[in-house]
């Protein structure tokens, strides 16, 4: 299918912030998204409004009512996510317990009318998962045979989180694609992640590893190399802001309790050619080792984590998603993207005026 712009529902702004559902699906469908990937922690928001608070009752209805609201705007729920911290866990009873909340996660999948939940790789601590990558790929594969038991089925994406205690980069989540081997278990290829483990180092004085230039050229050529589109099923696209000061003890992002590419994750990504704010990973060049190389299409995800999601500003959904449409455009364009409907003349005025 062409390809098809969607954003994660959080990425206009967090609930938490006074952000609701209603208003950001609206500025999506306004701005000309087809497609929300969904955060859990909104449908949990709208569940908590209902009489008696976020019971498995009224998520079940939570998920009712997002799909309608969807369907009224004629976009499409790509995915539930984040379904994490599942692979790998030392404690088995841990994982039967996610394996519970599961089955339940399932029962929303149906009741949103989506057949996706996306799993990133976990980002505990080391101490409380396993070293063998076997209990992994093990674990992965179960809940992929699960999947493939509902009816419709559900299909699991897999995504490598740039600071993932076991798995880090595109190729071992591409590895453990492969070792699952489940037609319902593939991937998800996220330029920020790529790039902010092999390019990024927030770290760093220079905002960059040693090599970086070097990392990437050889990352994507593997890339193009070795991945089966077909087991690609979707594509997330931002960069991220190369910080004025190397990211520790004092600085505002600084979380002792986070790694520093989540917290840098969490404060700073930034929207496709969004230069001008301070962008700096080669998102272009593995963008088109995706859509050229690869020659994927399908579902482009614009997930934004920023700091700006979190201000109370009424403004920040439609910011945000308008932000998020001008990327897009710019993206159509210079990868040559073919695509399921134009650019909108609402877009276009936006890249005018930058309003």
Not at 94 to 109: I, N, T, V
Not at 211 to 218: G, H, P, Y
């Amino acid at each position: 299918m062409p390809c098809r712009l969607a954003i994660t529902s959080m990425s206009l702004g967090r609930c938490c912030a006074g952000h609701s559902l209603v208003h950001k699906l609206d500025m999506a469908c306004l701005y000309g998204f087809r497609g929300i990937e969904l955060f859990h922690d909104d449908l949990l928001d709208v569940a908590q409004k209902l009489p008696g608070g976020p019971t498995e009752d009224n998520e079940l209805e939570a998920a009712h009512i997002i799909r309608q609201l969807c369907l009224e705007r004629g976009l499409t729920i790509l995915c539930l996510q984040p379904f994490a911290h599942y692979e790998g866990l030392l404690s088995r009873q841990a994982h039967l317990e996610r394996l519970h909340q599961l089955s339940f996660w399932f029962e929303l999948a149906r009741a949103l009318g989506t057949d996706m939940v996306q799993i990133p790789s976990s980002f505990l601590p080391s101490s409380e998962l396993s070293e063998d990558p076997r209990v992994a790929v093990a674990d992965l594969r179960k809940v992929a045979d699960m999947g493939s038991r509902e009816q419709p089925p559900i299909r699991f994406v897999y995504e490598a989180l740039c600071w993932g205690t076991r798995c880090d980069t595109w190729e071992q989540s591409w590895n453990i694609v492969q070792a699952v081997d489940r037609p319902n278990f593939g991937l998800c290829l996220d330029t920020f992640n790529i790039a902010g483990r092999i390019y990024a180092d927030p770290t760093s004085s220079t905002g960059c590893t040693p090599s970086c230039d070097k990392a990437v050229r050889e990352s994507v050529a593997r890339l193009v190399a070795t991945v089966d589109v077909r087991k690609v099923f979707y594509v997330q696209v931002v960069d991220a802001e190369r910080l004025a000061e190397p990211l520790g003890p004092g600085h505002e992002f600084y979380d002792a309790k986070q790694p520093a590419r989540m917290s840098w994750s969490r404060n700073c990504r930034l929207f496709y050619g969004e230069k001008d704010r301070g962008a700096y990973l080669p998102v272009a060049k593995i963008a088109q080792a995706i859509f050229q190389g690869l020659g994927f299409e399908g579902w482009v995800s614009m997930e934004l984590f920023h700091r700006r999601m979190s201000d109370t500003d009424e403004v920040v959904p439609q910011e945000l998603a308008s932000r998020g449409a001008v990327a897009w455009a710019k993206l159509v364009k210079d990868m040559k993207l073919r695509v399921d409907v134009p650019v909108s003349r609402r877009v276009a005025a936006t890249m005018i005026d930058g309003t």
